[in-house]
């Protein structure tokens, strides 16, 4: 059995170029390619150039996949890696867009705080060197207030419907990925 | 996926349609409010000719609130545009999820029709 794997192996190798050969085993990429696979290409390049070049070191590990799997949550690891994927859509795509409406989320949170502190009337008087009194800086609740209403607001008419909007996309990604179990 | 086009009926292409014209339009919108923002630079400016009799770097040395103040509007109304790019974005990808989801249950219940 082993025999006749390595030979459809040592046919299917053999049946590409030299210099595509004399590639793989350079980059010498481990995770791709097995150890059978590189013990056969050495054995042709010996029959077809009489030597077998100098190796990389050995990529044993794809960093940047790796890397990018940590911060997947396990539900989003089964969708990426599995077999039958949608013909439609890219499941990566949608975990992008879902990872970046969460960072704008985040962001409309701090600019309209900014916001919100510089429309203080008592923040406005220090940048023209005015400090207010304690007496002052009340007189000034009005202001506050409005400006904290409505900084409240604008956040929530924003933050709510970004977060929704990553959720549903979530749910009609696990919807789907159902729905391929079931045919 | 030849079962899948026979699968594609009109209801599938209409909501194609729409998230194609939404992935469009997410991509407009965003370089509308990049040209508003810009847009919103040359008020700034206007605004310290006029108040001021200075260019917006000089503004920024009369008036350092406007130091805060000017890359705070620029960000709102780049993020605004990002936010509506997000959504469109998000309603095409959307449209497209749920015609996969309906096309795989409608291929399981040839099958089962089938069997």
């Known amino acids: 059995m082993k025999r006749e794997f390595r030979e459809q192996i040592y046919m299917e190798l053999d049946l590409r170029e030299t210099d595509d050969l004399v590639d793989i085993w350079q980059t010498n990429d481990r995770v791709e390619w097995s150890d059978i696979a590189f013990e056969i290409i050495k054995e042709i390049l010996n029959k077809r150039i009489g030597e077998v070049p100098t190796q990389n070191e050995p990529i044993l590990e794809h960093e940047e996949i790796i890397q990018e799997d940590d911060k997947l949550e396990d539900w989003e690891t089964n969708l990426l890696d599995d077999e039958e994927q949608p013909e439609f859509y890219d499941v990566l795509n949608i975990l992008k867009l879902k990872d970046n409406i969460n960072k704008v989320a985040s962001a409309v949170i701090v600019i309209y705080v900014f916001l919100g502190l510089l429309n203080l009337q008592f923040v406005r008087m220090l940048f023209q060197g005015t400090v207010l009194s304690l007496s002052g800086i009340v007189q000034t609740v009005p202001n506050i207030l409005v400006t904290l209403f409505s900084t409240g607001l604008s956040i929530i008419v924003s933050y709510y419907p970004l977060k929704a909007l990553a959720q549903i996309l979530r749910i009609l990604m696990e919807i789907e990925f159902n729905s391929r179990k079931v045919k | ?115």
């Open chain 2, 1 to 115: 996926m030849e079962k899948q086009d026979d699968l594609f009926d009109w209801k599938h292409l209409t909501l194609w349609r729409i998230s194609s014209s939404a992935n469009i339009f997410s991509l407009i919108v965003v370089a509308i409010y990049m040209l508003a923002a810009i847009g919103q630079g040359f008020q700034y400016n206007t605004f310290a000719q006029n108040q001021y009799q200075t260019n917006l770097m000089g503004l920024f040395s009369k008036a350092p609130f406007y130091i805060f103040d000017f890359p705070l509007q620029i960000a709102k109304t780049l993020m605004q545009g990002l936010i509506y790019y997000l959504v469109l974005k998000g309603v095409a990808l959307g449209l497209k999820m749920i015609v996969e989801t309906d096309i795989n249950y409608r291929e399981k219940k040839i099958e089962e029709g089938e069997e």
